[in-house]
């Protein structure tokens, strides 16, 4: 296995048109680390560069000990995994699997032992005389990974291999995926625009937002202390609210924030510096606002329900609150009342998880 470094990688087209600016990151050995961002981020474009499949504009790729800037792609020592499977289909499952192999002059009894045993990993050895055409689409996806699994990469690239699957099928193959780096322990870049995927497998995840790194860090750091209003409302399904609030006063070591129908918010200024804002953007998901009596005395929004999503296990109210724009998204127990559309509620909010962000989408923090 090895690491990948960028160093201040840029990709400028001929035109003119920059899709990646200056990427600095570093990849250390048999991590997993996932690529995320709306499409369009430079993602998908950034892997193809560490492939050697796209030109470096400038910047330095490293893998391993190697500076990979003007290495052939077969010589990087990486294997990639594409959205499109590409199979061969006039070839078997295990001609497809010990293609690449041939280029190297392997022998066919070796070529042999690599692929039985990588179709025993990936449940494939009943399937090795079929033709591409017999295969379901997560069988197709599993051939692809263990052509890639043959070659025995120092890294893996996945370019959003899950996202000709259905539903039930992603889900399956991101924990086939999980246990596989587990197995072998290598080094994977994973380039996906679903969240959910980047939540479940990174070790780190990278967000991209225009050809830009907006933050790197764990699943967990990144949904608990986003760096921005971007990385916040892309990571978490629902989306977090967003509600803009008014800087009214500082005072008793607080900041006082105004949210809606005029209700007065107390922030400690250990947590948050508002200094220089008038007006700031308050996030906070769904997870965390909760329905209340009328008269208790932490009834902090009234509204009422405007629609009601029951997922069984849980439902999620879009709330419509006077001077709250737009709708609030409250995610509640199903084992609780579970309000009809056009009632009247009251809802609480968990001030210890609010984030607030300036205009430009910057969190603010102490």
């Not at 690491?3 to 997993?32: A, C, M, R, T």
């Not at 322990?185 to 780190?204: P, S």
């Not at 978490?236 to 924030?257: C, F, Q, S, Y």
Request: proline share 4%; aromatic share 6%; hydrophobic share 40%.
């Amino acid at each position: 296995m090895s690491s990948v470094i960028l160093n201040d990688v840029k990709k400028i087209y001929p035109d003119g048109n920059q899709v990646i600016h200056n990427v600095n990151l570093k990849i250390n050995k048999g991590e997993f680390v996932v690529f995320v961002g709306p499409s369009g981020c430079g993602k998908s474009t950034l892997l193809r560069m560490i492939a050697g499949l796209e030109d470096i504009t400038a910047g330095e790729v490293h893998i391993g000990d190697k500076l990979a800037n003007k290495l052939e792609a077969a010589k990087r020592g990486v294997a990639m995994v594409f959205q499109s499977y590409a199979l061969y289909p006039h070839l078997t499952v295990e001609e497809n699997m010990g293609f690449s192999l041939l280029f190297n002059k392997t022998s066919k009894k070796e070529i042999a032992i690599k692929v039985n045993k990588v179709a025993e990993t990936l449940q494939l050895a009943h399937l090795l005389k079929r033709k591409p055409a017999e295969l379901s689409g997560g069988q197709r996806q599993r051939v692809a990974i263990g052509r890639a699994i043959v070659r025995e990469p120092e890294v893996f690239l996945f370019d959003e291999p899950l996202s000709n699957l259905d539903a039930s099928l992603r889900g399956k193959m991101r924990t086939e995926l999980a246990r596989l780096h587990q197995k072998l322990g290598t080094t994977m870049i994973y380039v996906t625009h679903d969240q959910v995927e980047a939540m479940t497998l990174g070790d780190r995840i990278v967000v991209f937002n225009k050809g830009y790194i907006e933050q790197v860090g764990s699943p967990v750091a990144l949904y608990q202390r986003p760096a921005t209003e971007f990385v916040a409302t892309f990571l978490g399904t629902p989306r977090m609210n967003i509600l803009t609030t008014r800087v009214n006063a500082e005072k008793d070591d607080a900041w006082h924030l105004e949210l809606g129908n005029d209700f007065p918010i107390k922030i400690a200024k250990t947590r948050f510096d508002c200094t220089g804002h008038q007006q700031i953007k308050l996030g906070i998901r769904p997870e965390h606002l909760a329905v209340v009596e009328e008269n208790s005395s932490e009834c902090h929004l009234r509204g009422h329900v405007s629609l009601v999503e029951n997922l069984g296990d849980s439902a999620f109210l879009h709330v419509q609150c006077p001077g709250v724009d737009p709708l609030l998204l409250v995610k509640i127990n199903t084992n609780s009342h579970i309000p009809e559309c056009h009632e009247a509620i009251s809802l609480s909010i968990a001030f210890e998880h609010i984030h607030l962000f300036d205009k430009d989408g910057k969190t603010l923090r102490c």
